[in-house]
Each structure stands twice: as C-alpha cells, then as structure tokens.
C-alpha cells in the first residue's frame, strides 16, 4: 500500500520509471540470483501476517542498495519469510531510492532526507493501525541491512521530530523504534583518517535511542568493519543497551542465504536477542 494519501513530501526527479531487475550469475548470492529495484520514486508498505502464533511484535525491514538501489528480495521479502514464521509481523518498506548524486556526499544524511522521511512515516504508520494488524504498539522496531542499516540508525535517533509536515493522524503516532537491528550497516564511520561516527548520528543519540543489535564480518568490503564498532562505542557511551557480533569471514550482502560462512546463521542470534530484551518469548 502506498504510505503517502497524496504526492510524497520532497519529491525528486527519477532517471526513468520504476524497474526491477534479476541479477545475473557475476551476481549470485547462496547461489541464486537476486532483485534489484531502482528508480523509486513512489514508495510502498507491504504488510505480511505472522504463520501460526502471533508475537505481537513487528520489524519494519529497509533493504539496502547504497540508496541506489534495493535489494528487495534478498534482504526485503526473505527477511520476511522468516520473521513470519517466527510468529512476528513483517513491514516491508519500498522507501525512495533516487539516482545517486556526484560524487556522493556520506557525510550527510543521506544522500537526500526521503529514505527517513518513509521510514518515519511507516513506523507511525504501523503504530497508528497495530490493533487492527494484531500488533503490540510497544513491539514494533526496525532492521536494515547496509545502507538499510544506516536507515536504522537514523531512525534510532531521529525520532523525536518529523523531517515532513503531519498530514494525517498516524504521523501523530511515535516514530521511535522499540528495538533496532543493523547489519552490515554502512554510512557511519566517515573519516578513513579518524575513528569517528558520523556527526549526523552521533550528534542525535541519548538514552532513548532503541536497544540495538549489530553485525558485521571484519572482511566486509563494501562498508567496513569500522561502520559497526564506532557506533556500538558510541551506544555504549550513551548508555543504551547494544549486542554486537563481529565474524572473521563473510564479505558483504549475503542476507539471510546460508553459505559457508558461520555469520549467515545470524537470525537465531536475533531471535534471542529478541527473547532477552523481552519482545519474543518461547
């Protein structure tokens, strides 16, 4: 469903229409192929129900693709796949993905402020219709992967004000996340000379910023290791509450396709983080 009622706030003009795509095998993850999405300029909510029990939680997902692109199926509907089962309502976001400016600027948030400007509004979205969608308005949080990772961060620490004008009651719902989780994230460590979270983020977090779950392999050669431990440091300094895994191998992008690689076994550790925070139970 279209999370705007009307044109979406900061509108920027798109390459060509909307178009999804099928990698190629110079592209292939767990041995498979993925989907790639790009020229969003007319973002969705798809809603997808838990199999069997039901949590009353909710994770609203931000696939990557370096704000170029998403990833929508390896790290969009598969998360879902498997949150479902888990008895856990999924929100996958189709958020905004313009053509990148020249060069990018990471330094600021981020290329363009409409991934937040989603992101905010379907986390109020959810919020604003959790009886109606059988979910526990204190359970909803979010998880991202890469530049989705980032997204996570921003809306960890960007909730207290809206970067839109209200335009219905939902956006009088909280935005803040309940619980965050972030892998691979990318976009927060800036500054290959000092170790040093972005400003954008750092600047923003307090004792309210959700509990969080990170990981990332230390062979990540898209976003580096470096992405994950500042920002963990800098969680740890605020005081919020943050588990951190770190693997040796594993590279970047792999979703959750098993490979050979001990990091792909990763959603049981956020199932249990989970039940420790208190958000799932046996």
Request: proline share 9%; with cysteine.
């Amino acid at each position: 469903m279209p999370i705007w009622p009307g044109a979406a706030p900061d509108a920027r003009p798109v390459k060509g229409p909307e178009v999804a795509t099928t990698t190629g095998q110079e592209s292939l993850v767990g041995g498979k192929p993925w989907i790639e999405v790009r020229n969003v300029s007319q973002p969705t909510m798809t809603v997808y129900s838990p199999v069997g029990r039901n949590t009353g939680a909710a994770v609203v997902i931000f696939p990557g693709g370096g704000y170029e692109m998403l990833a929508i199926d390896l790290e969009g509907t598969e998360a879902c796949d498997w949150l479902t089962s888990s008895g856990v309502t999924c929100v996958l976001l189709k958020y905004r993905v313009p053509a990148p400016r020249s060069p990018p600027n990471w330094g600021a948030f981020p290329q363009s402020p409409m991934a937040l400007e989603d992101a905010q509004r379907t986390v109020g979205l959810v919020r604003f219709h959790a009886r109606e969608w059988h979910i526990d308005p204190h359970k909803i949080g979010v998880l991202g992967f890469s530049a989705g990772g980032h997204l996570v961060a921003a809306m960890s620490t960007h909730f207290e004000l809206r970067l839109y004008s209200p335009v219905d009651a939902a956006d009088k719902e909280s935005c803040r996340p309940d619980f965050a989780v972030a892998l691979y994230p990318g976009h927060l460590w800036i500054d290959e000379k000092r170790f040093e979270l972005n400003p954008d983020i750092r600047t923003h977090i307090t004792a309210r910023t959700p509990p969080t779950f990170l990981l990332q392999d230390e062979d990540d050669d898209v976003d580096n290791v470096n992405d994950s431990l500042v920002y963990y440091i800098a969680l740890k300094n605020a005081g919020v509450p943050v588990e951190m895994h770190l693997y040796a191998q594993g590279g970047h992008a792999f979703g959750l396709r098993r490979t050979k690689f001990p990091v792909t076994a990763w959603p049981k550790l956020v199932e249990t983080w989970l039940g420790a925070i208190g958000i799932i139970s046996d």
